[in-house]
């Protein structure tokens, strides 16, 4: 399996192989050795649209060798770009769509015996609603993404989300319970990475309203839980309930990672964000009244479509008063079929490049500030990976750090650590990004 992509990509990935393995697959940690490669892709933007048809040429090409006999494509560039793959890629021996789970063993087997099978529908659904779930880890046993929805309802000028996985489509709060417990009794996870395409939302389909705030308190109940992580909420979804969850519930990180895109109130029109800069900076400093200490991470799109010089320094100057703890730039991607595509005013590519430069040499002066004020302080962090040829040498993080997208610490220890556990830190050195401590034994 080469899992392409987001977090939520990456569960699907878990649960194809999972279901294969049900099925009596056997999965191998390398090409070689394996009869099927499965290509599980992103389509998000261009760039990730160009890796996701890069990584399939490669399978291609060991296939061609003799180092495999099959090539299956699943996931989104196929949800998207359905009967294009299948006439350009006549050498791919199975297609699946974004709900092709219960179909995937199917694809593999026959991609096995010849043919191009396909399992393509309309209509993407949450694959796993209740009972137990097979899933097969793909991240280290002691954290594991809690996929809770899929599909969305904001319909951003620029996103083709939609039109991929469909509306809203919300698991029941007491299917995701179940998967969490799971995931803890059989995988020893400590932290769950609450996913969706937009979290904030979760719940709407199912029972009327948002219950993001419910599902988090029900998490925190789960036994042995001890960080609960929310991404990819919307600001507009950041409710006086909301706020009091990550007040009040222990095992809820306090943390949030809600992406502002901009911060002009006339490119945020043109991204059908339906939020002003003043209610993103109401809703911000609520957050930071009421829950001392927390760390919001965001995300930008630098060079939308009528994004003057103007709107730009206005979005500088919302970052230099805001200064989020973290935070990942975008340059705008044209994609055909979004609604932005045919909109006036399109920024040049070397436009668009310069200030994302400008905006990346803020947030890491302002990120190199935040991590200063570490220095001295006892932090805990959990260990993610152990140095094999030092033991005493290891890499984890902070309560304030995400997996893959956040910062990490360098950690020393008189005696070797392991991967999950839970130790003071006492931070001696601050990097840009990251931070340096020692193991506090006081």
């Known amino acids: 399996m080469i899992s392409l992509g987001c977090p939520r990509t990456l569960v699907d990935s878990e649960l194809y192989l999972g279901r294969l393995q049900q099925r009596g697959f056997r999965i191998v940690e390398g090409v070689d050795g ?24 490669q399978a291609v090409e060991l296939k061609k060798q003799g180092k495999v006999k099959a090539v299956v494509v699943a996931g989104c560039l196929v949800q998207r770009f359905k009967q294009d793959l299948i006439k350009d890629l006549p050498e791919v021996d199975g297609f699946v769509g974004v709900d092709g789970f219960g179909d ?43 996929k809770i929805s899929e599909g969305c309802l904001k319909g951003c000028s620029f996103c083709v989300i939609p039109k991929i996985k469909g509306p809203l489509s919300s698991r029941p709060i007491e299917a995701v319970v179940e998967e969490a417990a799971q995931l803890v009794e ?70 949030l990672d809600s992406a502002i895109e901009h911060a002009d109130d006339a490119v945020l029109e043109r991204m059908n964000r339906k939020i002003t800069q003043a209610r993103m900076r109401e ?14 991470r965001t995300s930008v799109i630098v060079g939308f479509p009528g994004e003057t010089e103007a709107a730009f320094e206005q979005l500088l100057g919302f970052l230099r008063e805001i200064r989020f703890e973290r935070l990942g730039a975008f340059t705008y991607s044209r994609e055909a079929n979004s609604a932005s595509f045919h909109l006036p005013e399109q920024v040049p590519e ?19 500030g935040v991590n200063a004020r570490m220095v001295g302080r006892v932090l805990e962090v959990m260990i993610d990976e152990v140095d094999a040829n030092e033991p005493g040498q290891s890499v984890g993080r902070t309560s304030a750090d995400c997996p893959e997208v956040d910062g990490v610490v360098f950690v020393r220890s008189p005696k070797p650590l392991s991967p999950g556990a839970l130790v003071p830190v006492r931070i001696t050195d601050s990097l840009e990004y990251d931070l340096v401590g020692t193991v506090d034994l006081v």
């Open 350 to 368: 070397a436009v668009r490049s310069e200030r994302f430069d400008r905006l990346m040499a803020l947030q890491q002066e302002i990120a190199a």
């Open 104 to 146: 995937i063993e199917t694809v593999v087997q026959r991609a096995l015996q010849g043919g191009q099978p396909r399992s393509l529908r309309k209509r993407p659904q949450v694959p796993h609603r209740g009972g137990r779930v097979a899933r097969s880890p793909l991240t280290p046993p002691h954290y594991a993404y809690l």
């Open 283 to 296: 809703r911000i400093a609520a957050l930071r009244r009421e829950v001392p200490g927390i760390t919001l």
């Open 34 to 57: 394996s009869d099927t490669v499965i290509i599980n892709t992103c389509s998000f933007i261009e760039a990730s649209v160009k890796e996701s048809i890069d990584t399939i040429l």
């Open 186 to 255: 059989e995988r020893g996870a400590q932290e769950l990475i609450v996913v969706g395409q937009d979290t904030s939302d979760y719940g709407v389909d199912l029972y009327g309203r948002p219950r993001i705030a419910e599902l988090l308190r029900a998490l925190g109940e789960v036994r042995g839980v001890r960080w609960i992580r929310l991404l990819y909420c919307h600001p507009r979804g950041i409710s006086e309930e909301l706020i009091a969850t990550l007040r009040e519930v222990p095992a809820v990180c306090k943390y």
